[in-house]
């Protein structure tokens, strides 16, 4: 397998270029990411990590006859045992675009990064940054366990792809075990972007003369099977490849399960694996359920650009599926449909957060923003106002000014939530950002030993 490659996907077309120097993007900077674990030995996983990022997404400057911005990749895994960082590693992709005018400014920037880690639990943290604009960022942190393979029947994570064919050409970045296998970070597929979805799994330890029964499945967002499709199999080889393809093209726009069930020939379960992934399909006709018809209904008035705004202080309730499946959708019709189920659902309550409507939480962010600007942040991107917008206002707060030396901080607690949680809030830098340094609700950062941090 290859490791630290980043592809170009990227066409040329022709076109007038641009009279500007430099293009700095109206829309937040973001970027999609996935991962698979596959079979190193036995103590060992290799860990596949892609991602992707838009060139119209990224601050460009003039760059001979055209444009040239970069995207730096910083990854820190640590381990949650021991609290040692595993990899600590920096990427640097330049983005280059020849025409803004055409498709190409549109298309999607593929990365891939491999490596072998050791059996345990990590923390992946994920901190892109435009290199031109260092303050357009986007992080997040995966969790992941990697667990050995054994001398049982064992299964890789299942990589849904943009294209898989068979190669033998093992320069290819992309290539692994007799196939060139495209990752689709984005994990959004539909008969606009990616009409099919390739999966590519490995089988470990099978029985070299039994007939296995290979059954795909798709499942909504909850686990309910809506489409399955069965092949029988003899390997004759005790690890194997797998792959096939899935229309996607009449799926009505939501979120999914893509699962592959793994049989013996006496029709035992023996091996499972799932992967989440997002449709977009505005063309497949479905109900809207009534709130997110109403939803629809008050967004009907906002520009593109307003709805992009809005989706971006609602990003703490959406998954890295939701943020990447918006990424996409260019279309003030796709958004104003994806808004409106999106704020169905948080009104149902979402990721384990209270149920809240659309108005209620934009008046969260109204308030943060009002009470909690900080550095020239707006108030709902500081830590204060993200915990005020997520879990609305305290039941009470003890501030605590600097005295004899201790920085100033601030306790919020919440008697309602988990019988009783607080955070805490320290003006570390004393220029009025107040950073949470300790919170006892599950979930959140935690540190017991946070009074050290008032010296």
């Not at 004393?430 to 599950?442: A, E, I, N, P, Q």
Request: net charge negative.
């Amino acid at each position: 397998m290859k490791s630290n490659v980043w592809v170009l996907v990227l066409a040329v077309l022709a076109g007038s270029l641009s009279a500007q120097e430099r293009i700095d993007p109206r829309s937040s900077f973001v970027i999609n990411f996935d991962l698979a674990r596959f079979k190193n030995n036995d103590s060992t996983q290799y860990v596949e990590m892609y991602f992707a990022s838009f060139p119209h997404l990224v601050t460009l400057e003039r760059a001979g006859a055209g444009f040239r911005g970069f995207v730096e990749i910083r990854l820190k895994l640590r381990d949650k045992e021991t609290g040692v960082l595993a990899l600590d590693n920096r990427s640097l992709v330049p983005v280059d675009v020849p025409d803004t005018s055409g498709e190409a400014y549109r298309t999607t920037l593929i990365a891939q990064l491999g490596y072998v880690v050791p059996a345990g639990s990590y923390d992946l943290h994920v901190n892109a940054i435009d290199s031109l604009a260092s303050a357009r960022q986007d992080s997040f942190t995966v969790n992941f366990d990697v667990v050995p393979q054994t001398g049982s029947f064992g299964i890789s994570d299942v990589e849904l792809c943009s294209n898989i064919r068979r190669s033998t050409n093992q320069d290819d970045p992309f290539y692994k075990n007799l196939h060139e296998v495209v990752p689709n970070p984005t994990l959004l597929f539909g008969a606009a972007n990616h009409p099919v979805i390739f999966h590519y799994l490995e089988l470990y330890n099978l029985n070299k003369d039994e007939t296995y029964t290979i059954k795909t499945i798709l499942a909504d967002g909850g686990g309910n099977p809506l489409q399955e499709a069965t092949r029988k199999r003899k390997f004759g080889v005790e690890n194997a490849v797998d792959v096939g393809t899935t229309n996607a093209t009449k799926l009505p726009s939501g979120k999914y399960r893509f699962q592959v069930i793994v049989l013996s020939s006496a029709a035992e379960p023996l091996l499972r694996t799932e992967k989440r992934f997002y449709a977009y399909n505005p063309q497949a006709v479905v109900a809207i359920p009534s709130d997110a018809e109403m939803v629809e209904t008050e967004l009907s008035g906002l520009t593109s650009e307003e709805l992009a705004l809005e989706f971006e202080t609602a990003r703490y309730l959406a998954t890295q599926e939701e943020v990447g499946a918006f990424s996409k959708i260019t279309s003030l019709q796709g958004r104003r449909e994806f808004l409106a189920k999106f704020w169905s659902d948080v009104a149902k309550g979402k990721m384990g957060y209270d149920p809240i409507v659309r108005r209620d939480y934009l008046m969260r962010v109204k308030r943060a923003n009002e009470r909690y600007r900080a550095m020239s942040r707006d108030g709902w991107r500081t830590d204060r106002g993200r915990v005020f917008v997520l879990y609305a206002e305290p039941d009470e707060i003890d501030r605590r000014p600097s005295s004899e030396g201790g920085k100033p901080h601030e306790i919020w607690s919440y008697y309602r939530i988990e019988n009783g949680v607080m955070f805490v809030f320290i003006d570390r830098m004393g220029f009025g950002d107040y950073t949470l340094v300790h919170s006892t609700k599950r979930g959140e950062l935690r540190d017991d030993d946070w009074e050290r941090l008032l010296q």
